[in-house]
């Protein structure tokens, strides 16, 4: 049975146009006048979905039709359809780019698109990006256009009545600094490092009312999915997960796997010193380890207790920020250096430029757990990989080593959990 909600899918024709300030700032003004407001984010991504969960208040799951797969992206949209007034989908890129892209995305599921295009410095122009948009796939549905970083009200109106008739025109944003979300090289800053985040949303979503940018999309009816409900096979299982500000990058679809499979997750700080909590698996998500090196190396007593958890062969999962925690040594890009726990050999240092980026897919000896690669550090380990990812894309090319030691298995690679629920319930199985 289809369930029924307005709908969108803000894209636009590049990154760096805007897109999550003003997908965090639509979100936040239909927050705020009462509607229940739920986002995804297309795509891999971490940084901006914890900005859209501080401005919808719900968490926020990405949508990919490789990595998370058509029929899991079909139940999470009929399940907000099911409880929201109103859901935006935030894309990624350009709405174009990328093997399966946004338009692919946002056709499967009849996702009208609002085209977000940033102005600043143009003027009739403006209305030929527009068409393209609109025109250059016939049959994508599309809902209109937003121009961003605008001037001034005069040149709002003069982009608006430069359009194509039957492209309709949602309005004007205006530039505004106090309303920009701040950077670092993975991406934007952490949501609970903003301090005043909630200032700047506030502020966006005031732009946002002003200038009547506050039209709410036509219905969507989406399916029902249907999904298998996993299997308890981490019944009673604790998981201790690391989490803070250094091991930050946690689907909130990957703990819900989890608990649906029975497993208990306890959490715990290392950055607070926090030693590791009586479990029988451990998961080190991604994050900013490199940011906190001293503050990582003074945890002598979670270094130890991550050994001796190792030695006595229980599971550990150490992914990209966690692979690095592992390793004997890790350095910033200046070359400060400090010692990490040391349960793998070798190390690593955080590099100028992107060094892997990327789909992939890790083919374990568990089973193909589909995932996603994005980091700045290069890593020497002196441990052959067991495995190496499978590029979605130019699948001939290199991609990122998989390696083992006991029942610790790291890799750079995040992983989408739900994409094999029976290989991650091996991973974690004492």
């Known amino acids: 049975m289809s369930a029924t909600c307005p709908a969108v899918f803000i894209a636009a024709p590049a990154s760096g146009q805007g897109k999550t300030t003003v997908s965090a700032a639509v979100a936040r003004y239909h927050r705020d006048q009462g509607l229940d407001v739920r986002v995804f984010k297309m795509g891999p991504d971490f940084l901006d979905p914890m900005i859209l969960e501080q401005a919808c208040g719900h968490p926020v799951d990405p949508l990919h039709l490789w990595m998370v797969g058509a029929d899991e992206c079909r139940a999470m949209l009929h399940g907000a359809a099911e409880k929201a007034d109103l859901i935006l989908v935030e894309g990624s890129m350009g709405l174009f780019d990328g093997d399966p892209s946004g338009a692919d995305l946002a056709e499967r599921f009849g996702l009208p698109v609002l085209g977000l295009i940033d102005a600043s410095g143009m003027a009739q122009t403006f209305a030929a990006v527009a068409n393209g948009l609109a025109s250059w796939r016939p049959g994508l549905p599309f809902a209109g256009v937003i121009a961003n970083r605008v001037g001034s009200a005069g040149h709002g109106r003069m982009l608006g009545a430069a359009l194509p008739e039957g492209i309709r025109y949602f309005g004007a944003l205006p530039r505004n600094e106090a309303v920009g979300l701040p950077d670092r090289h993975l991406g934007l800053v952490q949501a609970e490092e903003i301090d005043d985040l909630e200032q700047r949303l506030a502020a966006a979503a005031e732009a946002v009312g002003e200038a009547?940018?506050?039209?709410?999309?036509?219905?969507?009816?989406?399916?029902?999915?249907?999904?298998?409900?996993?299997?308890?096979?981490?019944?009673?299982?604790?998981?201790?997960?690391?989490?803070?500000?250094?091991?930050?990058?946690?689907?909130?679809?990957?703990?819900?796997?989890?608990?649906?499979?029975?497993?208990?997750?306890?959490?715990?700080?290392?950055?607070?010193?926090?030693?590791?909590?009586?479990?029988?698996?451990?998961?080190?998500?991604?994050?900013?380890?490199?940011?906190?090196?001293?503050?990582?190396?003074?945890?002598?007593?979670?270094?130890?207790?991550?050994?001796?958890?190792?030695?006595?062969?229980?599971?550990?999962?150490?992914?990209?920020?966690?692979?690095?925690?592992?390793?004997?040594?890790?350095?910033?890009?200046?070359?400060?250096?400090?010692?990490?726990?040391?349960?793998?050999?070798?190390?690593?240092?955080?590099?100028?430029?992107?060094?892997?980026?990327?789909?992939?897919?890790?083919?374990?000896?568990?089973?193909?757990?589909?995932?996603?690669?994005?980091?700045?550090?290069r890593a020497e380990v002196a441990l052959e990989p067991i495995a190496h990812g499978i590029r979605a894309r130019d699948r001939g090319s290199a991609a990122e080593a998989v390696y083992r030691r006991g029942r610790l298995t790291a890799t750079y690679l995040h992983a989408w959990f739900p994409s094999n629920p029976e290989a991650v319930a091996e991973l974690f199985r004492p």
């Open 212 to 377: 009547g940018v506050t039209g709410l999309p036509e219905p969507v009816a989406f399916d029902a999915g249907e999904l298998p409900e996993p299997e308890k096979e981490l019944a009673g299982v604790r998981v201790a997960i690391a989490r803070d500000a250094a091991f930050a990058f946690l689907y909130p679809g990957n703990l819900r796997l989890l608990a649906a499979m029975g497993a208990e997750p306890v959490f715990f700080s290392p950055l607070a010193g926090d030693r590791l909590p009586e479990a029988e698996a451990v998961w080190l998500p991604g994050g900013y380890p490199e940011l906190h090196l001293d503050a990582l190396a003074a945890n002598e007593a979670l270094k130890a207790d991550l050994a001796a958890h190792h030695d006595a062969g229980r599971p550990i999962l150490a992914e990209c920020g966690g692979f690095l925690y592992l390793l004997e040594d890790l350095a910033d890009v200046a070359g400060h250096s400090a010692s990490m726990a040391g349960l793998l050999p070798g190390r690593a240092q955080l590099a100028e430029r992107v060094q892997g980026i990327g789909l992939q897919a890790a083919p374990l000896p568990e089973g193909e757990i589909r995932g996603h690669t994005f980091h700045h550090s």
